[in-house]
């Protein structure tokens, strides 16, 4: 057995620390909704907070600051994120005493009856025609130095960016970010996002990446319906969705500038239900596959697979049709609502909704799948139905013993199959031994919550984990 050790009075000591990650529950992602108001037909705010009460939808993100809009959503117990126009920026980022008047009119005015939670400091900032780039990171700066002042320090500060600011977004493994932002920009606003304990906001919309290679990229792929799926050539990931494909490009963008500790939440993503004819794919069916298959996704997935333990965040773009945006008919056919407050196609927003509708499609995409399998990885065999444990390799050999010495000891896994001349014992490598144990574990606890963590060493997959001739038991049997 690949380095089993006895359980030491120095693990003992280290398990008093470790005992959170072993028992800590796995924690799905979150769905919330742009609300922009770029229409004379809308309904008041006061009717609009009523409707997403109504839909379950306890998170909405704004494009400014409006009174009526927060006023409006004061102790509705909503999470809101607000916004700071690109139009300020350079005053924002100028002036302290001006992002001191902002910060006290915007935003004490309102927190805490109405949960501010983030502030999104411009939107798509690198693309903006004006070039307010260079004010982007001292603004965010001045509005985090103004909440300090103010006490609110809790509300974190962030700016969305788009796809846009890749250079390299294929494959996934090959992402990285422009080389003309990365000094000016990337690399600073990531400090300050990991210095604040923030995250980096991300509009990601698989829509215009189908329609512009809609030859080459399969629809079932965009819209995150079953497909056989695109192993990544650079790790050996496999990937059932274009928009985790998306995702871990940016991941992968931010580990090469060596921040692969800072979050990422999705700010915006969305399909149109109406478009011009040469927007190649728009249209209700479309529009309702992808955003009802996502908030399934993110309700009751893992991570993605390039960081499996981290829950997918998503704000789907947006709440209403908004009849006065500019730029093609799509534009102005993103919303899951008319304004009449009428939907404009079925989808669930919450996990009691998608649990009482159409049953939730076997996920695939959380589960990292080597192009190879005689390297030691583990395979895996789709299985509806039914999930197992097994080790995450990113999180590293130290971590991958711990969580084998625990399992295999105090945890009381049966790790008999991986001693030495035993069915699975090869390959002999922490990784495949500790997921062996990891589920064995996992199943002798009846696939409890918080019993595949292990400090972020283990996740939950769908499909039949195994290697060789080696299958991993479900329910204590094989």
């Not at 997403?52 to 809009?69: A, E, P």
């Not at 990544?232 to 060596?258: P, R």
């Amino acid at each position: 057995m690949a380095s089993l050790r006895s359980f030491t009075l120095s693990f003992l000591l280290l398990s008093f620390s470790a005992l959170s990650f072993f028992h800590a529950s796995f924690a799905a992602g979150t769905i919330g909704v742009n609300y922009g108001r770029v229409a004379n037909n809308l309904p008041t705010p006061a009717q609009v907070v009523s409707l997403l009460k109504s839909q379950g939808i306890n998170r909405v993100k704004l494009y400014d600051t409006n009174s009526d809009v927060l006023k409006a959503l004061a102790n509705s117990a909503i999470d809101v994120v607000v916004a700071l126009p690109n139009e300020l920026l350079s005053s924002v980022a100028a002036d302290q005493s001006f992002a001191d008047t902002w910060v006290k009119a915007n935003i004490s005015e309102h927190f805490p009856q109405t949960k501010i939670e983030a502030i999104a400091v411009g939107n798509e900032v690198f693309v903006d025609p004006k070039n307010t780039t260079p004010f982007l990171v001292p603004a965010m700066k001045n509005v985090y130095k103004s909440l300090v002042k103010f006490n609110l320090s809790s509300i974190k500060i962030s700016s969305p960016i788009a796809l846009s600011a890749l250079q390299n977004s294929y494959p996934s493994s090959a992402g990285s970010f422009k080389t003309e932002l990365i000094g000016p920009a990337i690399k600073p606003m990531l400090d300050f996002l990991r210095q604040t304990g923030s995250y980096l906001m991300v509009n990601a919309y698989p829509f215009f990446a189908y329609a512009a290679n809609s030859d080459v990229i399969s629809l079932d792929y965009a819209l995150l319906k079953e497909n056989p799926g695109v192993v990544d050539s650079g790790n050996g990931l496999k990937y059932h969705s274009l928009l985790e494909a998306q995702l871990d490009a940016v991941h992968s963008a931010m580990s090469a500038v060596q921040y692969n500790d800072v979050k990422l939440v999705v700010t915006e993503t969305g399909w149109p239900s109406l478009g011009d004819e040469a927007e190649i794919g728009a249209g209700e069916a479309n529009a309702a596959a992808y955003n009802g298959n996502l908030v399934k996704r993110v309700l009751t997935g893992n991570g993605t697979p390039l960081r499996p333990q981290e829950p997918l965040d998503v704000y789907l773009f947006a709440l209403f049709n908004e009849n006065e945006k500019p730029g093609p008919t799509s534009e102005r056919n993103y919303g899951l609502f008319y304004p009449n407050e009428k939907r404009v196609y079925d989808v669930p927003f919450t996990l009691e909704q998608v649990r009482d509708g159409q049953s939730m499609p076997v996920n695939k995409s959380s589960s990292p799948v080597p192009a190879v399998q005689s390297d030691g990885k583990v395979s895996t065999t789709s299985t509806a139905g039914q999930t197992w444990c097994v080790a995450n390799g990113n999180a590293g050999a130290e971590k991958l013993q711990a969580g084998l010495d625990y399992a295999c000891g105090e945890g009381g896994a049966d790790c008999r199959p991986i001693q030495v001349g035993s069915a699975c014992y090869s390959p002999s490598t922490v990784e495949a031994h500790a997921s062996y144990a990891f589920n064995s574990y996992y199943q002798k606890k009846a696939r409890g919550a918080g019993t595949c963590d292990f400090g972020g060493a283990a996740y939950v997959v769908t499909q039949q984990p195994g290697f060789g001739n080696c299958k991993f038991p479900t329910d204590g049997g094989a």
